[in-house]
């Protein structure tokens, strides 16, 4: 699981209390002819029309600070957008 992944790193090299992944399910929907259906899924969202199965996009991510002030910058590697 890559967001299990991202935790456990996070959780490495910023150690805090509590991490909090802000995100959008989407997909199962494509009707499309040339497009296997997955019927092993069920429909985030109707009239929407993106993948056959269903994704998870995270956008952000929360880190509570419980300790001193966090002061870093950092560059997540491999992170993808949308548009």
């Not at 994704?55 to 966090?70: K, N, Q, S, T, Y």
Request: proline share 7%; hydrophobic share 40%; glycine share 4%.
């Amino acid at each position: 699981n890559q967001a299990l992944n991202l935790f456990e790193e996070l959780s490495q090299s910023i150690p805090r209390e509590k991490y909090m992944m802000y995100g959008e399910l989407f997909g199962e929907v494509y009707p499309h002819s040339e497009v296997t259906q997955n019927l092993d899924v069920q429909a985030i969202q109707t009239r929407v029309y993106e993948s056959p199965n269903n994704h998870f996009f995270a956008f952000d991510i929360a880190i509570e600070e419980i300790g001193p002030p966090l002061k870093i910058l950092f560059i997540l590697p491999n992170c993808y957008f949308l548009f």
